[in-house]
């Protein structure tokens, strides 16, 4: 089984930083790719960023210039790095894998439990 823990939400005023974890578990043999989905009460989850194994990155419109997707392919983590955050950058936010293998496994994706991003004063 696959499992994808989240660390590194909180609250941070506007203007701050945060810096989000997710590592995931499991006999994984390869992941296709990881990311960052978000989403708040009576909204759709929105894409943040996502990061191919190869390194390739996207992001979502509302967060280019000020959040960084990176991962460590060896220990099966990505990181975000959020700055200039805003009060609209408040959400849960999701990790997410594609396409994970295992040794006796092949899951199309899996989800993360969430971690709370709150911006304010």
């Known amino acids: 089984q696959v499992q994808l823990v989240e660390s590194g939400g909180g609250l941070v005023e506007p203007g701050g930083s945060l810096r989000l974890s997710c590592a995931a578990s499991?006999?994984?043999?390869?992941?296709?790719?990881m990311g960052w989905y978000r989403q708040t009460p009576g909204k759709q989850r929105e894409m943040v960023a996502g990061?191919?194994?190869?390194?390739?990155?996207v992001y979502g419109d509302s967060v280019k210039g000020r959040f960084t997707i990176s991962g460590d392919n060896a220990k099966n983590t990505v990181f975000l790095q959020m700055n200039m955050l805003k009060p609209d950058d408040t959400a849960v936010y999701y990790c997410?894998?594609?396409?994970?293998?295992?040794?006796?496994?092949?899951?199309?994706?899996?989800w993360g439990q969430g971690t709370l991003v709150t911006v304010s004063s």
């Open positions: 997410n894998a594609v396409r994970v293998v295992t040794s006796t496994s092949d899951y199309p994706e899996v």
């Open positions: 990061i191919t194994s190869g390194g390739s990155t």
């Open positions: 499991g006999s994984i043999t390869s992941i296709n790719a």
